[in-house]
């Protein structure tokens, strides 16, 4: 198969580990979408890399950075990528021209706030270039089902980067699940310290919501057990408590914790109920020891499991943190291997970003079409319409304050 060649949309901690003027101090210091494709690069599976943004005034930095942590640090890993708008130049519009230079069959990766992911999307797809979107994929229902008509139509492969389905804890607990008998309940929480929101106040409460952005992770990985049980999302409640992301100088609008609570039932047996609740929030305290609190228990009528990832029996003590700390080596692991190379390729985040790559090139060889990875349970846009669907009704219901209703019938999804 043909490398692929890939267009990083986006510069920001994801994608670089760079936030105003150096690395974050989150878990991704390095980020992941760039490693994870400078060493699929090396690795063959990936050709030409470049990378868009807004603000192109910004690239001797990011380079400068990049080569600081990954080349120095990863025996000289080529971190070379063609960098859009030019470096003394400022473009919104940027990801158009970057988009137009590539050929059908290559790809972009979406890392950049959630109302730009849908045009930015459409925008590729419609020239015939394959799409990996971070969650949430879109905002709103209609904008997932136009992206998805548009990506049948011009027969690309679109991938939501759904990455904890692929956390082992996770996987082995859907393995579980399925063989637990019907559905019953989920609760799940997820939270990271007030310290992000100094990170996201440009888009906190503006562009998105605290359940946008972590809601979606746990919201997904339920869908994907139950859904392969028969049960559908039917009617979603939402409440939101707000006062402490305010104070501390984000938009008026943002909410501190979102709770989400979901109807499911089962499509072949309406007699047959279970309940999910979802909460997030971004106002964790500032040293919990960990970069996100993250746990569910599942109930079925045959079992349950429980989950919490947050500790993960990996604990840590230095002088400069002033703290314990708990670590997510399965995450992304940076530590070098005896040759002085990357050695994360097991990591959770880089197993997300490897299976896109190998999809779109399974695609454009001709050995798979988009529908048999949709076949497959990946997390592609067919697959993951039912979060979207969560998601929208959860905002709605916080903003209309009412509960708002999920109709799926012969194949078509919307909200009443």
Request: charged share 25%; with cysteine.
């Amino acid at each position: 198969m043909e490398p692929l060649n890939v267009l990083m949309v986006g510069t920001g901690e994801y994608t670089t580990g760079f936030v105003g003027t150096g690395a974050s101090g989150s878990d991704k210091k390095v980020g992941v979408v760039g490693l994870s494709m400078f060493d699929l690069r090396r690795r063959g599976k990936v050709g030409k890399l470049g990378m868009v943004g807004v603000n192109g005034t910004k690239y001797p930095a990011i380079r400068e950075h990049l080569h600081k942590n990954i080349t120095l640090a990863y025996n000289n890993l080529d971190t070379r990528f063609d960098s859009y708008p030019a470096d003394d130049a400022k473009d919104p519009d940027a990801y158009k021209a970057a988009i137009d230079l590539l050929k059908p069959g290559d790809a972009i990766t979406i890392f950049t706030p959630d109302t730009t992911h849908y045009p930015i999307a459409l925008y590729a797809i419609e020239r015939g270039i394959h799409v990996m979107i971070t969650k949430p994929a879109v905002k709103l229902l209609e904008h997932h089902i136009a992206l998805l008509d548009a990506a049948e139509k011009h027969g690309v492969y679109v991938y939501i980067e759904h990455h904890k389905r692929y956390d082992p804890a996770y996987t082995d607990a859907k393995f579980r699940a399925l063989k637990m008998g019907d559905f019953n309940y989920f609760y799940s929480y997820m939270s990271q310290p007030k310290s992000q929101l100094e990170t996201f106040k440009a888009w906190a409460g503006v562009d998105s919501d605290i359940s946008y952005y972590l809601n979606s992770h746990h919201v997904d990985v339920c869908d994907s057990m139950v859904s392969q049980l028969g049960y559908v999302p039917v009617k979603v409640s939402a409440s939101a408590s707000k006062g402490h992301a305010v104070a501390l100088g984000c938009d008026k609008s943002t909410e501190d914790t979102i709770s989400l609570l979901v109807h499911w039932e089962k499509a072949d047996d309406p007699s047959k109920h279970a309940t999910g609740v979802y909460t997030a929030s971004w106002t964790a305290p500032q040293r919990a020891g960990v970069h996100s609190n993250q746990y569910f228990h599942y109930l079925a009528s045959g079992g349950e499991l429980r989950i919490d990832q947050a500790k993960r029996g990996y604990e840590v003590s230095e002088d400069s943190a002033e703290q314990l700390m708990w670590y997510n080596p399965f995450y992304m692991r940076y530590a070098p291997d005896e040759d002085g190379n990357f050695n994360g390729q097991s990591g959770y985040g880089y197993v997300s970003m490897e299976k896109f790559v190998d999809g779109c090139r399974s695609v454009n060889s001709g050995a798979l079409k988009p529908a048999d990875l949709d076949a497959k349970g990946l997390p592609t846009l067919r697959n993951t319409i039912a979060t979207t669907a969560i998601l929208e009704a959860g905002r709605r219901s916080i903003d209309e304050n009412r509960e708002v209703r999920i109709e799926k019938k012969d194949g078509h999804w919307k909200l009443v």
